[in-house]
């Protein structure tokens, strides 16, 4: 059906996919335009399976402190996996980027805030000159597009020196059915080495319907199992200092931000319970 739609719309039938998949469209109201992704970068699998199906969706990047849109996807011009192209009257810059082009992301432009009400001490260390320093990391590739490898204070550096970013691990790891949410970060070994670890609660609604289907009974030997072979499927698509050494179960969700964010500095606390 999509290959279908995707000919008919090249003839010049733009609404076959719209027709054809009505029942998806009517049930997210049925007039949707145009869906804008933020917040959190989307698999670009997903991506791309709402444009088969007749959605238009775009990712952008920003913060409150932009006012907030710094980069934005265009309806005719775009990268699932990127953030976007900077706005009208924006400038952004990498700051120190290493030998991958990847450093801080800086940004200047008329929709940058001025400062942090009452805390010039903040607003220093926020700001060079008229640069607003956003505390991500990404890099611009050689069209122009910015892409986001994550925050500049999550980095773990690897017993090679590479920089890993926990956020990429934990988006492909989320890509698993029985993963709810996730939290990578950096632990010490036995021999005072940083290596990979990650705090996963399963998705319980994944697992009542394993075990429904398959006809077995869920058991904490069973959950081990289907967490540590989606941990081994993700290692398979990561390079080897990125890999997941160690993992731990966490039953409950972990406490987030009201945009939906892990709130890794009190996760810290679940981490030293294990």
Not at 73 to 94: E, F, H, Q, S, Y
Not at 196 to 219: C, G, H, R, W
Not at 221 to 230: P, T, V
Not at 260 to 266: A, F, G, I, S, W
Request: aromatic share 8%; net charge neutral; hydrophobic share 40%.
């Amino acid at each position: 059906m999509i290959n279908l739609t995707d000919i008919t719309q090249s003839i010049g039938w733009k609404n076959s996919k719209k027709l054809l998949f009505g029942k998806i469209h009517k049930t997210l109201g049925g007039s949707m335009r145009l869906l804008i992704a933020g917040g959190a970068a989307p698999d670009p699998k997903v991506s791309k399976f709402f444009r088969e199906v007749g959605f238009t969706i775009i990712q952008g990047y920003g913060l409150t402190e932009t006012s907030p849109i710094l980069a934005l996807n265009r309806l005719d011009n775009l990268k699932d996996a990127a953030a976007g192209l900077p706005l009208p009257g924006v400038d952004i810059k990498i700051d120190k980027p290493d030998k991958k082009g990847v450093g801080e992301i800086w940004a200047k432009g008329a929709s940058m805030m001025l400062g942090y009400y009452k805390n010039p001490t903040a607003t220093k260390d926020t700001f060079e000159n008229d640069w607003f320093k956003t505390g991500d990391l990404g890099y611009i590739d050689e069209d122009g597009f910015l892409f986001i490898c994550g925050r500049k204070k999550n980095v773990i550096i690897a017993n090679n020196g590479e920089n890993v970013y926990p956020e990429e691990i934990e988006d492909i790891l989320n890509r698993s059915q029985f993963i709810l949410e996730c939290m990578v970060y950096g632990e010490e070994d036995e021999k005072h080495d940083e290596r990979i670890a990650a705090l996963i609660v399963p998705d319980t609604a994944a697992f009542i319907e394993y075990s429904a289907k398959k006809n077995v009974e869920i058991n904490p030997e069973l959950i081990d199992q289907l967490i540590s072979d989606a941990v081994k499927e993700a290692n398979r698509q990561l390079a080897g200092f990125k890999q997941i050494k160690k993992f731990y179960l966490h039953e409950h969700e972990l406490e987030k931000t009201t945009t939906q964010k892990v709130k890794r500095y009190l996760a810290g606390k679940v981490i030293a319970q294990h």
